[in-house]
C-alpha cells in the first residue's frame, strides 16, 4: 500500500504538458511519452500543478515516487498506476531509477471515446494511486507500450490505431482500479468534484 508522506509546497500553475502554456508540442489529443522524458530536464520533481482539460495515467514499472494528489501525499514503489483526473492538484518526486510512461489525453476526446460504455468514463473519474503485482503491471505495461508505439509511428491509419491503443488502456485501467481494494486517495475534493460535474454537463 502507498505510505503517506509529508505535504509538498503548494505552487499550481495550469499547464498544458508541465512546464508548457502553449499549444507548440501538442499534436494530438493524446501524448504518450517517458517519465523520465521531462523528468529528467527537472531534477526528477515535478511541481504541484493542474491541467484544466487534461487527463493523465502515469505506469510506474521501476523506481519510487512521492506523489501529491490534492490533499493526499503518497510514497509509491514501482510498479504502481497514479490516475490524475483534470483540475486535481498533483505532483512527483521520482527517484533518479524511475522508469515507466506518462500518457495524456484531452478530456473531452477521452468522454466520447468512452462514451458508449456505460460505467467505464466513471471509473476514470476519481485521483487514484495504487500499487500493482506483476500480472496487472505486465498488463498495463503492454497496453501503454502499444500506445507509445502507435503515438509514434507515421503508418497508414495511425489515428485510429492509436484510438485503439487508449481505449484499450482506458479499460485496463479502469478494471484494475474497479476491482482494487486500495482507497487512497479516494474521493476528489469538494469543489473539485462540482467543476467535474459542471464541465461533463458542458
Known amino acids: 500500500m502507498p505510505e ?14 508541465y512546464g508548457e502554456n ?12 517517458l517519465i523520465a522524458d521531462r523528468s529528467r530536464l527537472h531534477d526528477w520533481e515535478i511541481k504541484p500543478h493542474r491541467h484544466e482539460m487534461l487527463c493523465q495515467l502515469l505506469l510506474i514499472t521501476q523506481g519510487e515516487a512521492e506523489v501529491m494528489l490534492d490533499d493526499q ?3 509509491l514503489r514501482g510498479p504502481a498506476l497514479v490516475l490524475v483526473p483534470p483540475l486535481v492538484a498533483h505532483g512527483f518526486s521520482f527517484s533518479e531509477s524511475t522508469i515507466g510512461h506518462v500518457v495524456t489525453i484531452e478530456e473531452v476526446q477521452l468522454r466520447q471515446q468512452l462514451l458508449p460504455f456505460q460505467g467505464l468514463q466513471s471509473a476514470l473519474s476519481q485521483a487514484r494511486a495504487i500499487e500493482l503485482d506483476a500480472i496487472a503491471s505486465l498488463e498495463l505495461d503492454t497496453a501503454t507500450r502499444l500506445l507509445r508505439k502507435e503515438f509514434l509511428s507515421t503508418d ?13 488502456l482506458a479499460l485496463a485501467a479502469a478494471r ?3 476491482s482494487s481494494a486500495a482507497t487512497q486517495p479516494g474521493q476528489p475534493s469538494r469543489s473539485i468534484g462540482h467543476l467535474q460535474r459542471y464541465k461533463a454537463l458542458i
Do not use: K
Request: charged share 15%; aromatic share 12%; proline share 4%.
Open 4 to 17: 503517506t508522506i509529508n505535504d509538498f509546497s503548494p505552487s499550481l500553475p495550469n499547464y498544458q504538458l
Open 22 to 33: 502553449g499549444q507548440e508540442s501538442w499534436l494530438d489529443w493524446v501524448h504518450c511519452e
Open 73 to 75: 501525499h503518497l510514497r
Open 156 to 168: 497508414r491509419w495511425r489515428m485510429a490505431a492509436l484510438t485503439s491503443a487508449v481505449l484499450g
Open 176 to 178: 484494475l482500479l474497479h
